[in-house]
């Protein structure tokens, strides 16, 4: 169950020492697509384009900002480019055979700069793929922006996957179609878009002016 609620909307959010837990305003999320961690220039393609359409999702409906440091895809040494992580970058975008352990991985704003990286397999590039592949990035871009998976509230199908919910509140009431949540228990989407619930969840955590 949400330890809290805040505001009359949906998607769950993770709350430190009682405070919503989001990127201070004003902050501009700089990221890379680390170029030569992918295995061609079409899998670096499809994953460059993939995250600017689902970063631009999310700017459309809350004051939040991605930019692409398009002069940092060309790291040849990612040990460097962690370094570079927290100085000139937010995070990083790369790929690594995960053994189809995920489709694609990324990080909350409470973790250290050197877990800030959003990991695509190569399942992500299959043919055989259900997922939107931008709505993949969709999700993902939500955690960064600090929301947990929709599913760990009650009211979700019991085969849905279990995560601990201590720390978190919940914007309003359960979305079963939620780019936060899985597809699972007969619920969920395939094309992980915005619901009108996401998007008050966005503004509400990251209102505009």
């Not at 709350?15 to 999320?29: A, E, I, N, S, Y």
């Not at 061609?40 to 991605?66: G, H, N």
């Not at 919940?170 to 619901?195: A, E, I, N, Q, R």
């Amino acid at each position: 169950m949400p330890s809290q609620t805040w505001g009359d909307s949906d998607l769950v959010g993770i709350l430190l020492k009682g405070r919503p837990v989001r990127w201070d305003r004003g902050t501009v999320l700089r990221y890379c697509v680390l170029r030569n961690s992918f295995p061609d220039r079409d899998t670096y393609r499809v994953a460059r384009e993939s995250m600017a359409d689902a970063a631009a999702a999310w700017e459309s409906v809350c004051a939040i900002e991605f930019t692409h440091e398009v002069e940092f895809d060309e790291f040849t040494d990612l040990a460097a480019s962690a370094r570079d992580i927290s100085e000139r970058l937010v995070f990083v975008v790369r790929f690594i055979d995960a053994g189809g352990e995920f489709v694609a991985s990324a990080f909350f704003p409470t973790q250290p700069p050197a877990r800030r990286k959003v990991l695509i397999d190569p399942s992500f590039f299959s043919d055989d793929l259900n997922f939107d592949r931008v709505g993949i990035m969709r999700h993902e871009l939500g955690h960064i922006m600090g929301f947990r998976h929709e599913h760990i509230l009650a009211g979700a199908p019991a085969d849905c996957p279990e995560e601990k919910d201590q720390n978190i509140f919940s914007f309003g009431p359960y979305d079963p179609k939620s780019v936060m949540h899985y597809f699972c228990g007969g619920v969920g989407t395939l094309d992980l878009t915005l619901t009108p619930g996401d998007i008050k969840g966005a503004m509400g955590l990251y209102p505009r002016d």
